[in-house]
């Protein structure tokens, strides 16, 4: 039986106090007949009442953009804590559960991961690790959706499955785009060994997507995931700020916690001047920072690739640079003999300040 509301019956009794006696009363002639019963009522109005009768509550709570569910009190042990996600829709209503990341984890091997470019890994010592966060940090346009399309490549090859979660670009122009510089997106997507999501925007909150990234990794044992990028996720999902925030930390542990490699894209305001390594809240996150950067040296447009943090191992810490062609992603010697990329003015060393 619902009663909606039972906050009404206050309207037609004489008193708070006779109110409080009659839902008291009403639980317990219903309970005593078997009856499994549901009251609601505003939170703001009487809910406090309803604490003498109720064996357990849930909470729905609406936000600007966003609804969740709470669980503060059940008749058994074993609810859930947490805020959980709720969509209400012409299909029904879904509800998207929070996870404790530190109760999720399997058995990997903590073996390097290649990117199959001989440079980038000996940039990386042999490649990023399995199970670590890498963030991909850079300008517009200088290539790190492409260069963190490499690791997939070379996974496909090895039987893996990876996972690309598209919030600044449409799948149909990354597809094309990746034809044209010989990285095989499409015949990976036919194989099954790619899956490429594009992520429509304000159609999400933050947990609905968490569950999605879970149930890509539990059901279909995937081994990479991209999110290409964090400022897209930002702005993508129905979420206030600090709640993204928690979030995507959250899922970072969870897909850490089941070896799944992670690759963050994250992008620099500027295309040249002093070098931010990544966005505000997740660079406690990350395990390995790669940084990608245009330079302008002598009167010429340039692009370099270098690694700024790596957890697990030493790196090198030189410059390389590359070049994005028709045959894919190419990464030249390191280039010694540049300096004051960090600070936003490259120069050859021995020119002229």
């Known amino acids: 039986m619902v009663v909606d509301p039972v906050a009404r019956l206050r309207d037609v009794l004489s008193s708070r106090e006779r109110y409080r006696e009659e839902v008291v009363g009403l639980g317990r002639h219903l309970k005593e007949r078997g009856a499994t019963v549901l009251f609601t009522c505003r939170t703001d109005r009487h809910g406090d009442d309803l604490s003498l009768v109720e064996d357990g509550r849930f909470e729905l709570r609406t936000g600007e953009r966003t609804r969740t569910l709470t669980v503060p009190k059940t008749p058994t042990e074993g609810a859930r804590d947490g805020a959980h996600g709720v969509r209400i829709s012409d299909d029904g209503i879904d509800v998207f559960p929070s996870f404790d990341p530190e109760v999720h984890d399997r058995d990997f091997e903590p073996e390097s991961v290649s990117s199959g470019i001989p440079q980038v890994d000996q940039l990386l010592h042999g490649g990023i ?105 930002n702005v993508s999902l129905r979420d206030d700020r600090l709640n993204l925030v928690e979030t995507l930390q959250a899922l970072c542990r969870y897909l850490r916690n089941m070896g799944v490699t992670v690759i963050l894209v994250t992008e620099q305001d500027s295309l040249t001047g002093r070098v931010e390594a990544t966005g505000e809240g997740i660079s406690y996150l990350a395990d390995n920072i790669i940084l990608l950067q245009h330079l302008e040296l002598g009167g010429e447009m340039r692009r370099a690739i270098g690694v700024l943090k790596k957890r697990t191992s030493d790196f090198e810490h030189l410059l390389r640079e590359f070049r994005i062609t028709e045959h894919g992603f190419e990464v030249g010697e390191p280039m010694a003999n540049v300096q004051g990329v960090l600070t936003g003015m490259p120069r050859i060393r021995g020119e002229a300040e």
Do not use: C, W
């Not at 979660?165 to 010989?182: D, H, K, L, P, V």
């Open 129 to 233: 690790e399995r199970g670590t966060v890498t963030v991909l940090s850079g300008p517009t346009g200088v290539g790190k959706t492409t260069f963190g399309t490499q690791f997939m490549k070379e996974a496909a090859g090895r039987g893996e499955r990876s996972v690309i979660y598209m919030f600044e670009e449409s799948t149909e122009t990354f597809r094309e785009r990746s034809g044209a510089i010989n990285v095989p997106v499409a015949a990976m997507v036919e194989d099954g060994s790619l899956h490429l999501e594009e992520i429509e925007p304000v159609e999400r909150s933050a947990i609905e997507f968490a569950t999605a990234v879970r149930r890509e990794v539990e059901n279909r044992g995937t081994d990479i995931v991209m999110i290409d990028g964090v400022e897209g996720y």
